[in-house]
T-cell receptor
């Protein structure tokens, strides 16, 4: 069963605007972590932001913030003041407490295109 | 920050040959490394968990005799694609976390694009 669901295959946003990328997850664990990564066309995976299941505050890292709604099991990424360089694939990922070796399970990703 | 180096960045090989991909943690020790595979426009799929000094743990459906993983030291894991076929053409990417723990991000190498002709 899919543990991470990203329902938006592609998104457009105009430069300087904010955009929200959706992510829902499924787990029965109490302890888990949620991560967002950016993958430019070059293929590298760039870590953006982390939210722990016990964190009461939404995580923020510069222009990135995570809208964490635990009861709804959603962890949406908000990018403020979009830049052309934000155009990339964005992956939501989860690590569950029971995962052996702390591997991450990834969603299918959302392709973001920032237009001038 | 933690740096993971992967080599080569790309490789083209003929069907039936073997290809070795190296993954190194440059500034930290990684007792565990992870190998992922990504087909074009798809997600990252975990292939195996590489454990230093012991056998790798493979995900369901991944042939351990085809994808040989060796983690001989705390800074090096290798993935060897044996008897490669065109369907093995893919993007392979390794990762590790420093420190380990469920709140630590994985740091990724830059990936290896394998093309089997």
């Amino acid at each position: 069963a899919q543990k991470i669901t990203q329902t938006q295959p592609g998104m457009f946003v105009q430069e300087k605007e904010a955009v929200t990328l959706d992510c829902t997850y499924d787990t029965s664990d109490q302890s888990y972590g949620l991560f967002w990564y950016k993958q430019p066309s070059s293929g590298e995976m760039i870590f953006l932001i982390y939210q722990g299941s016990y964190d009461e505050q939404n995580a923020t890292e510069g222009r990135y913030s995570l809208n964490f709604q635990k009861a709804r099991k959603s962890a949406n990424l908000v990018i403020s003041a979009s830049q052309l360089g934000d155009s990339a694939m964005y992956f939501c990922a989860m690590r569950e407490g029971r995962n052996s070796g702390y591997a991450l399970n990834f969603g299918k990703g959302t392709s973001l295109l920032v237009t001038p | 920050g933690a740096v993971v180096s992967q080599h080569p960045s790309w490789v083209i090989c003929k069907s039936g040959t073997s290809v070795k991909i190296e993954c190194r943690s440059l500034d930290f020790q990684a007792t565990t490394m992870f190998w992922y595979r990504q087909f074009p426009k798809q997600s990252l799929m975990l292939m195996a968990t590489s454990n230093e000094g012991s056998k790798a743990t493979y995900e369901q459906g991944v042939e351990k005799d085809k994808f040989l993983i060796n983690h001989a030291s705390l800074t090096l894991s290798t993935l060897t694609v044996t008897s490669a076929h065109p369907e093995d053409s893919s993007f392979y990417i390794c990762s590790a976390s420093d420190p380990t723990g469920y709140n630590s991000p994985l740091h990724f190498g830059n990936g290896t694009r394998l093309t089997v002709t």
